[in-house]
């Protein structure tokens, strides 16, 4: 899936020509292969699913052709514009068409729709769900523990009762076999409690552990989850108070401007606004 066509390009004009010649003298299907593996692209984006961990991996796989062929789209059309100075503009055009097959950009060159975020998108819901359900597997582990530290304390507490009760009686009664039997039993309930021990770091370790891991497959892509901070403003008066000391000027559109300044550059305790922790999945390439 990866093959590429090889485009011939003209002879290219010599260093110092800043006029290249006219469109018409590129081969007529000079941007045919790149066009033909774009919508082929496209249908697979249209037809891709993500309903379990293979075909989570195999849109991750389609995310990567698709970042893939948007970087040969720009490699190519680099080259080809390099002789063709004058006319730059045009074929910055005639790729960015093809580039829109799969990938729209706000002015800040942000991808915001089209096949590869869409893709994206269905893997990072997959991935969401996978989370919310390890949450709840490591929550209900964590009250299972704290559940058997209850019942080990309270074990604890009424075996100190008892063995107060047993002391005092053994303090009445001077015979030694009472004691050497309270011994006995003391020493079993410790090999209880540390068993019981064990299995409680078991299950904290076991929900320290419930994390869903970082997706990899051989093409080499990669999905990571990476924490996301958002700032909304709860007070504005005290947000226009913080606010003010930063920057006098602030109205109230810039004091969103400038907690999100302040949150990016690692502030996560803001007057007048809360700050709340989202995730976004990153796709890598080798």
Known sequence: MTDQMEIQYP???GIGHNVGPELDDLPEDWTSALRS??????????????????????????????????????????????????KCREIDNVYKDIEALLVLRDPRQRP????LVEVVGRVDSWRREQERIAA????????EARRKREELA???????RQAA????????KQEAED????????????????????????LERQAAATV???????????????????????????????????????????VQQIYEAQVRAGVRELPGATVTADSATTIRTR
């Open 11 to 13: 002879d290219r004009p």
């Open 37 to 86: 593996r774009a919508e082929v692209l496209v249908e697979q984006a249209a037809a891709a699913h993500v309903n379990d961990e293979e075909s989570s991996q195999q849109c991750l796989l389609l995310a990567g052709l698709i970042r893939d062929h948007i970087k040969q789209i720009d490699k190519e059309r680099e080259e080809t514009k390099r002789p063709y100075l004058a």
């Open 112 to 115: 915001v729709s089209g096949p």
């Open 136 to 143: 709840e597997k490591r929550r209900a582990l964590e009250e």
């Open 154 to 160: 309270a074990a604890q507490r009424e075996r100190e």
């Open 165 to 172: 009760e047993a002391a005092a009686e053994a303090r009445k």
């Open 179 to 202: 004691q050497a039997a309270a011994r006995a039993r003391r020493h079993q309930q410790e090999l209880e409690d540390s068993k019981r021990q064990v299995e409680i770091e078991n």
């Open 212 to 254: 869903p891991q970082p997706q990899r497959n051989v093409y080499g892509v990669s999905a990571h989850r990476r924490p996301v901070y958002k700032v909304a403003i709860t007070d504005l008066t005290a947000a226009l108070r913080h606010a003010r000391k930063l920057n006098e000027a602030s109205l109230r559109a810039v």
